[in-house]
């Protein structure tokens, strides 16, 4: 990267801890690491020659120095966003760097896109992280990130959302269960099966609206965090579960887990990008985001 904007990209993480004095809160809303932070301040004070903050009792505050770094590096950090939007109309992208986040389960989605991109845009510098649902549209909001990637339409007027696709949502189950032996099967045959969910919104009982429409009701045995959780559950053997297809690719590759087709049913995901209305998008994001559509095409068919 140009040392020039590895200073910009270090002084926007400065400004974040000096905006809320605190390492592990600034991480959150960076998508980054604490460690990480960390290493960037401290390559900052021994350019400068000089603390940036002063460390008591778990509690930071600026130095003189770092107060006066401070409010030149704000005026600074505008200026660069400001010259970055005009440079976005003219198709200038050099160096710009790839600022997205996403809600829990896009993870399994971006791999392909972000390791493609990688590949055809090796001087651009990635920042993406995926959060909680109302995390990642904070940091829209906040314009921590340029573009984001959702599951659901935030239905805020600030925000130009649109749909990019579906994403099949499939049911998985471990090796040799009783269910294998009728596949595919009827959708009724779910019914009172121990069945393992996600433990918050918006993923609650997934698919479970689809169910209780055709009567179907699942007697659900554990409510877990993650996705990477629920795999190990079913894995386990503790019951069948709802995943987005993407994310258990691998498991179904290596046997680990088995797919159970159901006749008479097909549960999508919606699949949504949201930005600001009144921010030019970078050609680095419209790139990525054509590479995301491309790839997103090709999940339901």
Known sequence: MNPALENIYRLRIFV???????FSSAARR???TQPAVSQHIGVLERALGTPLFTHRRRQIALTEAGAALAAQARVLIAAAEAAEAALAGQGVTAGAPLRIAGSLGWEYILSFPLAKFRVEHADVRIQAAFRPAPETHEALTA???SLAFLMGDPLDTRFETRKVGD???ILVAPPRHPLLKQCPIAVQALHGIDFISFGQEPWRHFGDRDLRRLGVRPHYVAE??????IKRAVQAGVGVSMLLAPAVEEELARNQLVRIPLS?????????TSRARDIPLSRVHQSFLSLVSEYVGTLTR
Do not use: D, H, K, Y
């Not at 974040?16 to 605190?22: D, I, Q, R």
């Not at 877990?224 to 959780?229: D, G, P, Q, R, V």
């Not at 008479?264 to 949504?272: A, N």
């Open 30 to 32: 960076l998508f980054l």
């Open 224 to 229: 877990l965090a993650s996705t990477e959780a």
């Open 264 to 272: 008479g049913l097909r549960i999508t995901q919606p699949l949504f």
């Open 16 to 22: 974040e801890v000096a905006n809320s004095l605190n």
């Open 167 to 169: 994403c099949e949502v």
């Open 143 to 145: 314009q921590r990130v």
